[in-house]
Each structure stands twice: as C-alpha cells, then as structure tokens.
C-alpha cells in the first residue's frame, strides 16, 4: 500500500498492510530545541522550514518524515497580510485576537486578556480578526494540489488557531475569569463562545475552500483535560461547548463533504468523549497513557467503533526512558488501539528535548516492524 492508500483504509475501518505514522502534525511537532539537535545529529546542513516563529516548536522538516517513515504531508494555515504583531507599552507581545504574550524564559506566555473586564454590549463592538485575509491561504492549494498530484502521502491540514472555542475564550477573557464566568455570569460565557464559534467557523471554512479537495481531514487542538480529570464537569461542557463545536464541525463538512475531523485534547478525557463523538469528531488524537481513565485497552472498546485513534505513545515516561522502555510502549499502544485497524501511531504530544534522540528513531523503526498486519 502506499502512504495515502493505508491513512484511507484506516478511515475507512479497514485494515491496512501497517500501521500508519505520522510526524509534523498538530500534536506530532517537535520542540525547536529537540528538532535542533535531531537536524544537528543528522548533520543537514541546511534547516528545515521555520513555519511557527515564536512558538515552541517552530520548524517542520520533511527529510525526517522520509527518514522515519511517516506516512503525511500537512498544510500549514498562512499568516494574515492586513494584521502583524506588536509590541505594546507594557512590553506585550499582542497577536490579531488582542492577546498580548511575554517571554518568560524562551516560552511566549500569556500576559494579557483584552476583555478581562468587557460587559456583554462590549463584545459587538470588539475589533475581531479579518477573517477573509488572502495571506491565510496564498499558496496552500498550489501546495496541497502539488503534494497530492506528485507523491502518495496523506495530506492533512493542521489547526487554523493555537486552541479551539475553549482556549480562545480563556485567551481573551482570562482562564480563571472566563471559568467563573461558566457559573456567575452564563449569559456573558454564552455571548463570548458565540463570537469566538462564529470568527473559527468563517476561518475554517475559508481555510478548507483552499485544501479541502486534497486533504483526508481538518485538525482542531483543544486540550479538555487535566493529568488527574477533566478540566470541565460533563455537565458545563454539554450546557456550554457541546453545540458550539457542533456548529463548527457541521460547517466544515458542509464546506468540505469529503473531509474528516481530528481533534487533539490532552489529558484526562475520556468523560468527555462521548460527547466529542456527538460533536461530529472523528479521529481522537493526544491518547495520554498515563492521564486518569486514559487506559488505551479501555478506551478502544468503548470508543473504538465510533472513532479512530492517533497517538498514545508515552512521551513522560516511555520516550524519555530507555531503548527498551520506547519499544515497549509502542508495542502496547499498537496492540491496545490497532486491534482490527483504526489507528495511526504518534506520540501523545510534541517531542521535547528530553526526549532522547534514539529514542525518537527507535519509536518508529519499532512502528514499522511491529505495526504489520497479518505477520
């Protein structure tokens, strides 16, 4: 089979020859100084493309993708023409929502929430992002169309925005206000989740005009869970979050028929994922092993007819252990979730510098041997 050929019969809920791998995705980064010494270690001598500037993991380099075997491509959403950051008086870093970020050791962190203290009249007349600008898409369908014309991978298009409804709520409003909100001020939370819904529909949907013929599905981050539960009640999430992504989904497979809906969500949330299937989700990504009632063997038979799992491989202890302890996890993920098919092998998050670098290569040199189907 090739790349595209075994991503498509796992969507399919068929089995394919292998299981398929993936590496650049929305959760399947690697953290720039880890990329840095794997390029180092490879010696290129030239880097990959630096496509997140500012972010921890800013570079994407295909050569390690043929290198390990991964078997994608993803497109990557442009930067907007009419819009460019600045740094504000408080020495804020303010990004196109109004959200201003500081450098606190070499990670961008959030410093400032610009409807902190907005009233519900405020938020029709915020200045929200021009959603419909053309540096979003330039050149993504050239690229998309060339990726599916001239090779056999599986193109994806990673997430439009850092976070989904609930990350960005918390960016402009402030997590611990925007969760009190949740309970002191409803009306409020229902207005802001609203607009945040309606401005992340607009953008995915133009983003999918430009890719959704090549692409097998649309990638959302939105990380739900904690390490121990839930960062939500079910209760709160099905009263406030549950239609909003509803609405969002249902638009993109509206826009785009043929496109399936990844969502990456870290932490503790198996509570949660039966909602996440009502929402319209069908690939369930991050799997973190070691989170509460994230057993892998559990949540393939209670969700495995319903959606298809991507990741789950340890990056806490598992990766960051010996040669012996990555290929005992991956084993253990590929028994527990691609039993019958209907998984794809990744970590459970970006690769991090404590990651060792053999590690990282045994992972998936263990993925293709063991990953094959009817041995």
Not at 301 to 310: P, R
Request: glycine content about 8%; overall charge negative.
């Amino acid at each position: 089979m090739t790349s595209r050929e075994r991503v498509r019969a796992v969507l399919r809920g068929e089995v394919p020859d292998r299981v398929p791998m993936d590496l650049w995705g929305t959760d399947s980064r690697m953290n720039t100084e880890f990329y840095l010494s794997v390029a180092e270690y490879l010696k290129f001598e030239e880097l990959g493309e630096r496509i997140r500037p500012g972010s921890t993991s800013e570079y994407e380099d295909y050569r390690i993708s043929d290198y390990v075997g991964s078997d994608f491509r993803h497109i990557n959403i442009g930067r907007p023409d009419r819009f460019k950051s600045y740094v504000d008086e408080a020495g804020n870093i303010i990004d196109e929502w109004g959200v201003g970020r500081k450098l606190i050791g070499i990670h961008p962190s959030l410093s400032y929430h610009p409807l902190a203290d907005a009233s519900i009249e405020d938020l029709e007349t915020y200045p929200w992002p021009d959603i419909r600008d053309e540096g979003r898409v330039r050149g993504l369908k050239e690229r998309a169309e060339d990726w599916y014309q001239n090779t056999d991978f599986a193109i994806t298009a990673t997430s439009a925005t850092s976070g989904t409804i609930f990350e960005l709520c918390q960016y402009l409003r402030g997590t611990e206000q925007f969760f009190v909100d949740l309970y002191e001020e409803p009306e409020f939370a229902e207005k802001l989740i609203e607009k945040v819904t309606e401005k992340l529909t607009e953008l995915n949907v133009y983003y999918l005009e430009a890719v959704g013929p090549y692409i097998e599905w649309l990638e959302f981050s939105s990380d739900f869970g904690t390490q121990r539960a839930p960062f939500i009640s079910p209760v709160i999430f099905e009263e406030f979050f549950l239609e909003p992504h509803k609405r969002l989904f249902d638009a993109c497979k509206k826009a785009a028929p043929n496109v399936k809906i990844f969502l990456h969500s870290c932490g503790s949330v198996k509570r949660l994922m039966p909602y996440f299937i009502e929402m319209g989700v069908d690939i369930q990504s991050a799997l973190q092993p070691l989170a509460a009632e994230m057993e892998s063997e559990d949540l393939k038979a209670e969700f495995g007819d319903k959606l298809i799992f991507h990741g789950g491989v340890d990056i806490q202890c598992a990766l960051t252990g010996t040669l012996e302890d990555t290929e005992a996890d991956v084993k253990k993920r590929i028994d527990a979730f691609g039993k019958n098919g209907g998984y794809i092998l990744s970590p459970s998050n970006h690769f991090q510098i404590d990651v060792p670098i053999q590690n990282f290569f045994h992972m998936y040199e263990v993925g293709k041997k063991y990953g094959v189907y009817n041995k």
